[in-house]
């Protein structure tokens, strides 16, 4: 298998991070720097995704700065059409400025009870509305240490991606984001990813299709940098990075720079 019939993704997650002035100021930093790396590479997407309400104001920078492979993702949306849901986005809204988002992030299941029963109703939302779902999963360190960490990555695909729409599987992306690796420094190494990575693969091909597995762009994520980076993008089966700490700088072209030297 290659990685060359897999799109290459970068994800910027800003978290909780940049109200709208900030955002702007810094998407018109780096969407021009972003462009020019993207724009003779059609297997490569950049994905900027800001606080909800910074979404307008990196809308407005990418509009004033349109390069087909630099898109905006939200960090949420809930999976109801409209109505009384106080504080939540409807997926249709989303996708008025959208065009990816993430759902099931691991500080959304540890500070907002998400599970994966709700991570599925959200993603096939995302899909009926056409939009891209970055789907995280992956264990904690108490998991990991006790060696349960194919199980708990399997039981999270097999419940978080089930029943999709056979039309939509192409629309899925996933990150396996061990959490003792976000935010802490302690990557996890490119042989361990790539193995837990392989395992999404099989259980996705499993529960939909050889085939649509083959095609599912899978990233990792937790402390990736511009000096490991390169490392992970050499291992065939990681298809891309989903970033935090690293997104909020200058280095997210870097990190962009590196995945396409890498993958292309
Ligand atoms: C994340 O928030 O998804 C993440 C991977 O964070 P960091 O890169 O800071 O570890």
């Given at each position: 298998m290659t990685t060359h019939t897999r799109q290459a993704i970068v994800?910027?997650?800003?978290?909780?991070?940049?109200?709208?002035?900030?955002?702007?100021?810094?998407?018109t930093e780096i969407v021009p720097l972003l462009g020019a790396l993207t724009e003779h590479y059609t297997q490569v997407l950049a994905v900027l995704c800001p606080p909800a309400i910074s979404l307008p104001a990196v809308r407005q920078v990418l509009d004033a700065n349109p390069f087909p492979r630099i898109e905006l993702g939200a960090q949420n949306l809930y999976y109801q059409e409209k109505g009384a849901y106080t504080?939540?986005?409807?997926?249709?809204?989303?996708a008025e400025l959208c065009t990816t988002v993430i759902i099931g992030h691991s500080e959304r299941r540890m500070y907002f009870h998400e599970t994966d029963e709700l991570v599925n109703q959200k993603v096939l939302a995302a899909l009926k509305h056409g939009?891209?779902?970055?789907?995280?999963?992956?264990e904690n360190e108490q998991q990991y240490d006790a060696g349960q960490t194919s199980e708990i990555v399997r039981s999270q695909v097999n419940k978080g991606l089930a029943n999709l729409p056979q039309e939509s599987l192409q629309q899925v992306v996933i990150a396996y984001e061990p959490i003792w690796a976000i935010g802490t420094g302690k990557a996890a190494t490119m042989e361990q990813a790539g193995k837990?990575?392989?395992?999404?693969?099989?259980?996705?091909?499993?529960?939909?299709?050889?085939?649509?597995?083959?095609?599912?762009?899978i990233l990792y994520g937790g402390s990736v940098t511009r000096e490991?980076?390169?490392?992970?993008m050499q291992h065939p089966e990681i298809d891309g990075a989903l970033v935090g700490g690293a997104s909020?700088?200058?280095?997210?072209?870097?990190?962009?720079?590196?995945?396409?030297?890498a993958k292309i």
């Open positions: 994800a910027g997650n800003w978290k909780m991070n940049f109200g709208p002035r900030q955002a702007a100021t810094f998407a504080g939540e986005l409807a997926p249709s809204m989303v939009l891209r779902p970055i789907v995280c999963v992956g837990v990575i392989q395992e999404i693969r099989e259980t996705f091909a499993t529960l939909h299709s050889n085939e649509a597995a083959l095609a599912l762009p490991n980076i390169s490392e992970f909020l700088k200058t280095d997210f072209v870097e990190l962009l720079r590196q995945t396409i030297q």
